[in-house]
């Protein structure tokens, strides 16, 4: 379940800036660009290593340039939402003392995940990052194109 405030690791103003900075820098350092323009497949989640990619990438990069910055694995949780037109999207959801903020390449506004507009399918278990949590049970279809198990095989590779 996604937090509205709680018991995230101890988060500085400095912090927080940190997380819009890197939010930001990121949106603006990689050319959108859909897995099958880039990789000639439907779905591939990875690091972007030549500045170009699509939501999952971007959500991927942020987590990994936020760990290497002393933010903790358990607090930055890859996430699979439905956006407004019932399109599959992944965003990067940050745990903090002052809930779940989510970074999007949608936006460079960090947002709370309850006012994103979006319909939240899956996250990222804080525990364990090869599970995952079913946050919608009653839709039991992954939104297009998101393919997570792709994910598990390169999130165990990120460690």
Same mark, same amino acid.
């Given at each position: 379940?996604?937090?509205?405030? $709680?018991?995230?690791?101890?988060?500085? %103003?400095?912090?927080?800036?940190?997380?819009?900075?890197?939010?930001?820098?990121?949106?603006?350092? #990689?050319?959108?660009?859909?897995?099958?323009?880039? !990789?000639? #497949?439907?779905?591939?989640?990875?690091? /972007?290593?030549?500045?170009?990619? =699509?939501?999952?990438? @971007?959500?991927?990069?942020?987590? &990994?340039?936020? #760990?290497?910055?002393?933010? *903790? +694995?358990?607090?930055?949780?890859? +996430?699979?939402?439905? #956006?407004?037109?019932?399109?599959? &999207?992944?965003?990067?959801? %940050?745990?903090?003392?002052?809930?779940?903020?989510?970074?999007?390449?949608?936006?460079?506004?960090?947002?709370?995940? !309850?006012?994103? $507009? @979006?319909?939240?399918?899956?996250?990222?278990?804080?525990?364990? *990052?090869?599970?995952?949590?079913?946050?919608? /049970?009653?839709? =039991?279809?992954? /939104? +297009? *194109?998101?393919?997570? /198990?792709?994910?598990? !095989? =390169?999130? +165990?590779?990120?460690?």
């Amino acid at each position: 379940m996604l937090r509205k405030a $709680g018991n995230g690791f101890a988060e500085s %103003a400095k912090r927080l800036e940190q997380l819009d900075e890197v939010n930001r820098r990121i949106n603006r350092a #990689i050319t959108p660009m859909t897995d099958i323009e880039h !990789y000639g #497949i439907e779905d591939y989640w990875t690091i /972007p290593k030549d500045g170009k990619g =699509d939501c999952e990438d @971007y959500a991927l990069l942020k987590r &990994h340039i936020l #760990i290497s910055m002393g933010w *903790p +694995t358990s607090s930055l949780l890859m +996430t699979v939402v439905r #956006i407004e037109n019932g399109e599959g &999207h992944a965003v990067l959801t %940050a745990r903090t003392k002052f809930g779940d903020l989510i970074l999007d390449n949608r936006t460079d506004d960090l947002k709370p995940w !309850y006012q994103t $507009g @979006y319909s939240y399918k899956m996250i990222q278990s804080s525990n364990d *990052p090869q599970v995952w949590r079913d946050l919608d /049970p009653g839709d =039991d279809v992954l /939104p +297009t *194109p998101i393919a997570v /198990p792709q994910l598990l !095989y =390169d999130l +165990t590779h990120l460690r």
